[in-house]
């Protein structure tokens, strides 16, 4: 599972972005590297959130809007936007992402599972809650997030 939360001891490690108002995170051992923002070449008939495809030193490699798989309106790209690459089951995949925020090293106590008021295929996008002092950040399952949709697309 390449989206697996890495625990060093009982921590944490986790890169986080901003979509809309919104902040996620994701696994750091899932990510290849972080590329700003370059257009992407459209392909037909693909899913609204499939944005287009990028060369990444020879590997092309599709970009999706992570704001439009979740449901959110689209991204507009701008200078403070991110391409998060990501490895996913060992293909490729770049994330278009508002801005990235931070990198933290969080107490694995500090996850908690997502609230069972949310329905439950919102809920299974998310692997659980980060409480910090001043806001919650989501932490995104890229496995039902992106994988299922790859698995679909194979």
């Known amino acids: 599972m390449t989206n697996a939360i890495k625990q060093t001891g009982s921590y944490l490690e986790i890169v986080s972005f901003h979509l809309g108002e919104q902040e996620f995170c994701i696994d750091i051992m899932a990510i290849r ?15 609204d959130y499939v944005l287009g495809l990028i060369n990444l030193r020879g590997a092309v490699i599709p970009v999706i809007d992570m704001a439009c798989r979740l449901g959110m309106p689209m991204t507009e790209p701008s200078e403070r936007s991110a391409i998060i690459v990501t490895d996913i089951n060992g293909k490729l995949v770049g994330l278009l992402v508002e801005q990235v925020s931070d990198m933290m090293t969080i107490k694995s106590e500090a996850l908690q599972p997502a609230p069972e008021i949310i329905p439950e295929v919102q809920r299974d996008f998310c ?14 399952n890229l496995d039902t997030v992106i994988a299922e949709q790859l698995q679909q697309a194979a």
């Open 33 to 47: 590297e972080i590329r700003g923002w370059a257009p992407v070449t459209p392909m037909p008939h693909t899913p």
């Open 127 to 140: 692997r659980g809650i980060v409480a910090l002092e001043k806001s919650m950040v989501c932490f995104l």
